[in-house]
């Protein structure tokens, strides 16, 4: 359960500042660093995710309108058309894996039960076992 709790605020982590929030994402890790310190695999796995760390981007300087010819305007619609080509294909992959994961659970749910029937089968099966020694 606690374990569970800390994978948990680590994925949060994960998530805050993968999109960009990192005043969250930096809050969520020094609550997991507080809640990691009893346990040196945790431990590891927020120095990982401390090292993965983006760094900060440059400020950005607008080009002035002289220097805009047909050569920037090119540019600019390539980069565009290559940045929305890149935003569709995560989309596409998060997509993609949230169907295996709901796939992943559906099967794992079931394998749950089959296993709940086996066991609830060895165990009546151990029981006429051990009525069949037991009579003499």
Do not use: H
Request: hydrophobic share 40%.
């Amino acid at each position: 359960m606690y374990s569970t709790c800390l994978i948990e605020l680590f994925s949060l982590v994960l998530s805050s500042f993968w999109s960009g929030n990192e005043t969250s994402a930096f809050v969520l890790l020094s609550a997991a660093a507080a809640a990691s310190a009893s346990s040196p695999t945790l431990a590891r796995a927020l120095a990982a995710v401390q090292q993965t760390q983006k760094r900060p981007r440059s400020e950005k300087k607008p080009i002035p309108t002289d220097q805009k010819d047909n050569k920037y305007f090119e540019r600019r619609k390539r980069n565009n058309l290559a940045a929305k080509k890149s935003r569709d294909a995560r989309k596409a992959r998060e997509d993609e894996i949230a169907i295996r994961a709901s796939f992943l659970e559906k099967e794992n749910a079931i394998l749950r039960a089959q296993v709940g029937t086996l066991r609830e089968e060895a165990n009546s099966l151990k029981q006429l076992l051990l009525q069949k020694r037991s009579r003499p």
